[in-house]
Protein backbone atom coordinates (compact mmCIF):
# COMPACT_ATOMS: atom_id res chain seq x y z
CA UNK A 1 0.00 0.00 0.00
CA UNK A 2 1.05 3.65 -0.26
CA UNK A 3 2.68 5.56 1.99
CA UNK A 4 0.72 8.70 3.30
CA UNK A 5 2.17 11.73 4.70
CA UNK A 6 0.05 13.94 7.06
CA UNK A 7 0.81 16.63 9.68
CA UNK A 8 1.24 15.56 13.65
CA UNK A 9 -1.13 18.12 14.70
CA UNK A 10 -3.59 20.30 13.74
CA UNK A 11 -5.82 22.89 16.11
CA UNK A 12 -9.23 23.97 15.02
CA UNK A 13 -11.77 26.20 17.00
CA UNK A 14 -14.95 24.88 17.55
CA UNK A 15 -17.71 25.20 15.02
CA UNK A 16 -14.84 25.81 12.48
CA UNK A 17 -14.19 23.44 9.76
CA UNK A 18 -11.45 21.38 9.91
CA UNK A 19 -9.00 20.72 7.29
CA UNK A 20 -7.12 17.73 7.25
CA UNK A 21 -4.41 17.00 4.45
CA UNK A 22 -2.83 14.38 3.20
CA UNK A 23 -0.36 13.55 0.84
CA UNK A 24 -0.20 10.01 -1.31
CA UNK A 25 1.95 10.85 -4.44
CA UNK A 26 2.66 7.13 -4.75
CA UNK A 27 -0.74 6.25 -5.33
CA UNK A 28 -1.69 3.77 -7.85
CA UNK A 29 -4.86 3.75 -10.14
CA UNK A 30 -6.52 0.65 -8.29
CA UNK A 31 -6.04 2.11 -4.40
CA UNK A 32 -8.55 3.95 -2.30
CA UNK A 33 -7.68 6.75 0.02
CA UNK A 34 -9.37 6.24 3.51
CA UNK A 35 -10.02 8.30 6.78
CA UNK A 36 -10.33 6.64 10.38
CA UNK A 37 -10.57 8.70 13.11
CA UNK A 38 -8.71 7.36 17.27
CA UNK A 39 -10.86 8.86 20.22
CA UNK A 40 -8.73 8.46 22.92
CA UNK A 41 -8.34 4.84 24.09
CA UNK A 42 -11.29 3.99 21.78
CA UNK A 43 -11.07 1.74 18.63
CA UNK A 44 -10.54 3.04 15.33
CA UNK A 45 -13.75 4.20 13.49
CA UNK A 46 -14.36 4.38 10.16
CA UNK A 47 -15.11 8.28 8.41
CA UNK A 48 -15.35 8.44 5.08
CA UNK A 49 -13.18 7.26 1.53
CA UNK A 50 -12.85 7.49 -2.05
CA UNK A 51 -11.08 6.58 -5.42
CA UNK A 52 -10.74 10.10 -7.68
CA UNK A 53 -14.42 11.84 -6.84
CA UNK A 54 -15.13 14.17 -3.75
CA UNK A 55 -17.13 12.14 -1.59
CA UNK A 56 -19.55 13.40 1.39
CA UNK A 57 -20.99 11.80 4.51
CA UNK A 58 -22.98 12.39 7.66
CA UNK A 59 -19.31 13.38 9.10
CA UNK A 60 -16.96 14.47 7.14
CA UNK A 61 -16.29 15.65 3.13
CA UNK A 62 -13.57 14.15 1.01
CA UNK A 63 -11.63 15.99 -1.46
CA UNK A 64 -9.27 14.29 -3.36
CA UNK A 65 -6.84 16.47 -6.29
CA UNK A 66 -7.49 15.45 -9.93
CA UNK A 67 -3.88 13.85 -9.70
CA UNK A 68 -5.10 12.30 -6.88
CA UNK A 69 -1.35 12.61 -5.31
CA UNK A 70 -3.34 14.46 -2.14
CA UNK A 71 -6.43 14.72 -0.35
CA UNK A 72 -8.18 16.55 2.42
CA UNK A 73 -10.77 15.72 4.80
CA UNK A 74 -13.00 18.33 5.89
CA UNK A 75 -14.86 18.31 9.04
CA UNK A 76 -17.40 20.88 8.35
CA UNK A 77 -18.32 22.32 11.93
CA UNK A 78 -15.75 21.15 14.14
CA UNK A 79 -16.66 20.31 17.93
CA UNK A 80 -14.77 19.21 21.12
CA UNK A 81 -16.06 15.48 20.42
CA UNK A 82 -14.11 15.95 16.94
CA UNK A 83 -10.48 15.96 18.90
CA UNK A 84 -8.73 12.58 17.87
CA UNK A 85 -5.85 11.22 16.04
CA UNK A 86 -7.02 11.29 12.06
CA UNK A 87 -5.59 8.42 10.17
CA UNK A 88 -5.21 8.75 6.15
CA UNK A 89 -4.56 5.62 5.05
CA UNK A 90 -4.86 4.52 0.88
CA UNK A 91 -5.30 1.09 0.10
CA UNK A 92 -5.58 -1.60 -2.77
CA UNK A 93 -8.18 -4.05 -3.44
CA UNK A 94 -6.08 -6.12 -5.27
CA UNK A 95 -6.04 -9.96 -4.39
CA UNK A 96 -8.33 -11.40 -2.33
CA UNK A 97 -7.92 -9.51 0.41
CA UNK A 98 -6.42 -5.72 1.38
CA UNK A 99 -4.25 -4.75 4.24
CA UNK A 100 -5.08 -1.37 6.07
CA UNK A 101 -1.74 -0.32 7.08
CA UNK A 102 -2.52 2.87 9.81
CA UNK A 103 1.03 5.94 9.30
CA UNK A 104 1.00 7.80 12.63
CA UNK A 105 -1.72 10.23 11.91
CA UNK A 106 -2.65 14.16 12.68
CA UNK A 107 -3.58 14.81 16.18
CA UNK A 108 -6.58 16.88 15.87
CA UNK A 109 -7.45 19.77 19.29
CA UNK A 110 -10.47 21.21 18.59
CA UNK A 111 -10.58 23.81 21.01
CA UNK A 112 -13.09 26.39 22.70
CA UNK B 1 -26.01 -2.03 16.86
CA UNK B 2 -23.80 -4.56 15.61
CA UNK B 3 -20.28 -4.49 17.41
CA UNK B 4 -17.03 -6.27 17.31
CA UNK B 5 -16.62 -7.60 20.97
CA UNK B 6 -13.28 -8.15 22.77
CA UNK B 7 -12.23 -9.81 26.03
CA UNK B 8 -10.71 -9.37 27.94
CA UNK B 9 -10.84 -5.96 28.59
CA UNK B 10 -8.23 -5.79 30.94
CA UNK B 11 -5.31 -8.11 31.47
CA UNK B 12 -2.17 -8.14 33.83
CA UNK B 13 -0.47 -11.31 33.79
CA UNK B 14 3.11 -12.18 34.41
CA UNK B 15 6.28 -12.52 32.16
CA UNK B 16 5.67 -16.03 30.83
CA UNK B 17 2.19 -16.57 31.90
CA UNK B 18 0.02 -17.94 28.64
CA UNK B 19 -2.50 -15.36 27.20
CA UNK B 20 -5.50 -15.32 25.26
CA UNK B 21 -7.44 -12.73 23.93
CA UNK B 22 -10.59 -13.18 22.07
CA UNK B 23 -13.12 -11.36 19.54
CA UNK B 24 -16.17 -11.67 18.46
CA UNK B 25 -16.48 -10.22 14.94
CA UNK B 26 -19.65 -8.94 13.14
CA UNK B 27 -22.16 -11.55 12.23
CA UNK B 28 -21.45 -11.75 8.39
CA UNK B 29 -18.15 -10.14 7.98
CA UNK B 30 -15.56 -11.97 5.81
CA UNK B 31 -12.37 -10.91 7.62
CA UNK B 32 -10.64 -10.46 10.95
CA UNK B 33 -7.46 -8.33 11.45
CA UNK B 34 -5.63 -7.99 14.71
CA UNK B 35 -3.75 -4.83 15.53
CA UNK B 36 -1.59 -3.91 18.18
CA UNK B 37 -0.89 -0.63 19.35
CA UNK B 38 2.06 1.01 21.45
CA UNK B 39 3.01 4.41 22.30
CA UNK B 40 6.07 3.87 20.57
CA UNK B 41 5.10 1.98 17.50
CA UNK B 42 1.34 2.96 17.02
CA UNK B 43 -1.29 1.05 15.24
CA UNK B 44 0.64 -2.14 13.96
CA UNK B 45 -1.06 -4.82 11.70
CA UNK B 46 -0.11 -8.71 13.26
CA UNK B 47 -2.56 -10.66 11.38
CA UNK B 48 -6.07 -10.93 9.13
CA UNK B 49 -8.15 -13.74 7.91
CA UNK B 50 -10.51 -13.87 5.58
CA UNK B 51 -13.21 -16.47 5.32
CA UNK B 52 -11.68 -17.65 8.63
CA UNK B 53 -8.37 -18.62 6.77
CA UNK B 54 -4.70 -16.71 7.57
CA UNK B 55 -4.10 -14.42 4.86
CA UNK B 56 -1.19 -12.79 6.02
CA UNK B 57 0.39 -12.75 9.72
CA UNK B 58 3.61 -11.41 8.78
CA UNK B 59 3.36 -8.43 11.32
CA UNK B 60 3.29 -10.96 13.95
CA UNK B 61 6.28 -11.85 16.10
CA UNK B 62 6.37 -15.98 15.11
CA UNK B 63 7.77 -17.88 18.24
CA UNK B 64 5.47 -16.31 20.87
CA UNK B 65 1.93 -15.22 19.09
CA UNK B 66 -0.62 -17.25 17.28
CA UNK B 67 -4.04 -16.47 16.00
CA UNK B 68 -6.55 -18.73 15.04
CA UNK B 69 -10.35 -18.58 13.86
CA UNK B 70 -11.55 -21.96 15.35
CA UNK B 71 -14.88 -20.73 13.90
CA UNK B 72 -16.99 -17.86 12.21
CA UNK B 73 -18.02 -16.51 15.07
CA UNK B 74 -14.37 -15.89 17.70
CA UNK B 75 -11.05 -15.45 16.79
CA UNK B 76 -8.14 -15.60 18.88
CA UNK B 77 -4.85 -14.06 19.46
CA UNK B 78 -2.39 -16.39 21.63
CA UNK B 79 1.05 -15.34 23.36
CA UNK B 80 2.88 -17.95 24.37
CA UNK B 81 5.19 -17.37 26.97
CA UNK B 82 4.26 -13.36 27.55
CA UNK B 83 7.17 -10.96 27.90
CA UNK B 84 7.11 -6.92 29.22
CA UNK B 85 7.40 -5.67 25.20
CA UNK B 86 4.24 -7.46 24.14
CA UNK B 87 2.22 -4.68 26.97
CA UNK B 88 0.00 -3.07 24.22
CA UNK B 89 -3.33 -2.56 23.53
CA UNK B 90 -5.14 -5.40 21.16
CA UNK B 91 -7.39 -4.55 19.11
CA UNK B 92 -9.53 -7.01 16.48
CA UNK B 93 -11.72 -5.49 13.60
CA UNK B 94 -13.82 -7.01 11.23
CA UNK B 95 -15.58 -6.49 7.70
CA UNK B 96 -17.01 -7.28 4.51
CA UNK B 97 -14.49 -6.82 2.35
CA UNK B 98 -14.73 -6.71 -1.59
CA UNK B 99 -14.34 -10.47 -2.43
CA UNK B 100 -14.93 -10.12 -5.97
CA UNK B 101 -15.97 -8.21 -9.20
CA UNK B 102 -16.88 -4.63 -8.28
CA UNK B 103 -15.25 -3.25 -5.95
CA UNK B 104 -17.54 -0.54 -5.49
CA UNK B 105 -19.85 -3.14 -4.03
CA UNK B 106 -18.96 -2.43 -0.67
CA UNK B 107 -17.27 -0.01 1.90
CA UNK B 108 -14.52 -1.93 2.63
CA UNK B 109 -15.29 -0.20 6.39
CA UNK B 110 -13.75 -2.12 9.20
CA UNK B 111 -15.43 -1.95 12.27
CA UNK B 112 -12.77 -2.49 15.58
CA UNK B 113 -13.31 -3.41 18.82
CA UNK B 114 -12.49 -1.51 22.15
CA UNK B 115 -9.74 -3.06 22.52
CA UNK B 116 -8.15 -5.57 25.30
CA UNK B 117 -5.43 -3.32 26.92
CA UNK B 118 -2.39 -5.57 28.17
CA UNK B 119 -0.36 -5.38 30.87
CA UNK B 120 3.09 -7.97 31.04
CA UNK B 121 4.82 -7.23 34.74
Known amino acids: DAKTTQPPSMDCAEGRAANLPCNHSTISGNEYVYWYRQIHSQGPQYIIHGLKNNETNEMASLIITEDRKSSTLILPHATLRDTAVYYCIVRSYTGTASKLTFGTGTRLQVTL | DARVTQTPRDKVTEMGQEVTMRCQPILGHNTVFWYRQTMMQGLELLAYFRNRAPLDDSGMPKDRFSAEMPDATLATLKIQPSEPRDSAVYFC???????????????????FGEGSRLTVL
Open chain 2, 93 to 111: ASGLLWTSGDPSANTGELF
